[in-house]
């Protein structure tokens, strides 16, 4: 694969035809060179295995307020010359945006720690063998199981006509299994995403897919209403994926966000404490414009902090940008998953969500449906399995009825940290026959 100096170097000399065509542009590169592999299972065997080297080249140009960008994933001369003139030409065809703000200059930004040896030298026999250790649970149990694995082994690089050169090197790695009973009833789900190869550990996914498909089948009809739940971190995770994605500034200011006039107050349970920080959350250390990313707690101990804010509207408000984030994680809690049950007279287990939205952006309250796994709880203990539910509910009130955190953290996606958590007066809907 390109090392750093050769793609800092391609991004360089497509910079250089920029200011040849247009001396007066602004330009950004940004380059992303992957190794992919994958290997994909389904009725419990191996089905296709693959990979693919890529290199895909982003160019922005900026002509006063008039901007475009185009990507190429071609690096010959011709095709490099090509961009260049493509995107100088929209560019100079497009429309004024007042919100467009100049590329950045030079800045220091430290690299986080996201490339692991091991992991970018998982080949297929790795992969292969990998996938069988997961799939011996539910072959023991007759189960029927499918699930994908992706390895990547990749590089960034962003560079501008104002002097800004950043690299990331990085690997990363997603696996998921879903196994299934033979009568169609019983569905189980686990995944795993991560950048370090010690940490892809395939029996544990599998064996957790081959329990919960097993413990599901045959589930019983529960009456929809409010509960009591233990949200399982995939779960949880569904729900911070909505949170932090409204977690903006500008929003805010204008109204339109479910966090307006919030800032600073207790908004979610004090258990609750979300910070996003390069040196421990397996992220990347810049953004798309190439701002340095620095340690940022959102929420603390239930009370909202932060908020994100672009580099226009920091310059609208006189305040410092903050970048956009791409990795969360959640303090953990003391509670053990047992814990989390205890106390409960009848509540609901949730392994994950599916097929969720927005209904009411005002108050986070989202629609979505269980899956994989769903259980109803009695006096403090897992008994049945129970049919789907769709649910209807806001983020902002599950979370701030959240009374126990697992002290236990999972990793879904690799910029990820959740634990368990429980909740109350969560709204099941309405029934749904989904397995």
Known sequence: MITEPAIVALCKSVLTLVKRVEPKAEAMVSAYATHRAHTRFARSELTTSGELDDLSLSLTVQLGLRSAAATSNQTDAASLRGLVERTIGIARLSPEQPETMPVLGATKVTKSALRDDAMAKLDAKGRADGIAQALAPSREKDLITAGFLQVYDGLIAQVTSAGLTITQPFTDADFSVTARTKDGTGSGWAALGTRQRAQLDFAAVGRTAAQKAIASAKPKTLEPGRYTVVLEPAAVGELFEYFTGSLD??????????????????????????????????????????????????????VLESLAVSRYWAKEKKVEPTGSYSGFELAPGESSRAQLLTGIKRGVLITRFWYSNVVDPKTLAITALTRDGTFLIEDGVVTTPIKNFRINQSVIDALAMVDAVSSDRESPASAWKIPAMRTHEFLLASQSEAI
């Open 249 to 302: 500034r500008r929003a805010v200011d204008e109204g339109r966000s479910p966090f307006a006039g919030k800032l600073g107050q207790k908004l979610v349970s004090e258990l609750i404490t979300l910070k996003s920080d390069p040196k421990t959350t397996p992220m990347l250390p810049f953004d798309g414009d190439g701002l340095a990313l620095a340690p940022r707690t959102w929420v603390k101990a239930g």
